[in-house]
């Protein structure tokens, strides 16, 4: 069975930085490009970041470039999201992503629960 | 790509058939996909490459369209339906945009 498992999601002040993981298992992970999706509490979902299998390749949203860094560890079966310099505009809950198949850009057949970031004074 | 989903929110009755649209700004083929969201709970994924069925997704629900725009169906609406449905394109990357979402309601 499929699992991913995000924790990190806490309470930090805006300009400070946080840092996510993922912890998958149930299914080859180097075998397969990763997500970050995040929803702001009763909004709509808006993807975040993605890194192929090999780390060879990421990429970000628009909100997030320059602020965040995904990176992964294929031998800990984990993923990460760095998240620096946060505004308000961040809090929200941060779900790990997993593609149904090889590739950057496919559908996304397994979620995490997700974990919430709230970025207040 | 933006991508528009309409209507944001419906009401509808048990066994009503629903129907969800969503276009793209520009021709995504069929890289469409559709998911169902729970309050408190993860997206599901329902219907991939705009008309494939997920394994194990009731066969209510269905997937059309191709190029800009796209079609989701609930052929028979059921209480568990109760939910937000966003589609999504993967044509064009970055960034994977999702549609605002529709809110179904009883």
């Known amino acids: 069975e499929v699992q991913l498992v995000e924790s990190g999601g806490a309470v930090v002040h805006p300009g400070g930085s946080l840092r996510l993981s993922c912890t998958a298992s149930g299914f080859t992970f180097d075998d397969h490009a990763m997500h970050w999706v995040r929803q702001a509490p009763g909004k709509g979902l808006e993807w975040v970041s993605v890194i192929s299998w090999d780390s060879g390749s990421t990429y970000y949203s628009d909100s997030v470039k320059g602020r965040f860094t995904v990176s992964r560890d294929n031998s800990q079966y984990s993923l990460f999201l760095q998240m620096n310099t946060l505004t308000t505009e961040d809090t929200a809950f941060y779900y790990c992503?997993?593609?149904?198949?090889?590739?950057?850009?496919?559908?996304?057949?397994?979620w995490g629960q997700g974990t919430l970031v709230t970025v207040s004074s | 790509i933006q991508m528009t989903q309409s209507p944001s929110s419906l009401s509808a009755s048990i066994g009503d058939r629903v129907s969800i649209t969503c276009q793209a700004s520009q021709d995504i083929a069929n890289s469409l996909n559709w998911y169902q969201q729970k309050p408190g709970v993860a997206p599901k994924l329902l219907i991939y490459?705009?008309?494939n069925l997920q394994t194990g997704v009731p066969s209510r629900f269905s997937g059309s369209g191709s190029g800009t725009d796209f079609t989701f169906t609930i052929s028979s609406l059921q209480p568990e339906d109760i939910a937000t449905y966003y589609c999504?394109?993967?044509?064009?990357?970055?960034?994977?945009?999702f549609g605002g979402g529709t809110k179904v309601e009883i």
């Open positions: 992503v997993k593609t149904s198949i090889p590739g950057l850009a496919a559908p996304f057949d397994h």
């Open positions: 999504q394109q993967y044509d064009h990357l970055p960034p994977l945009t």
């Open positions: 490459d705009a008309s």
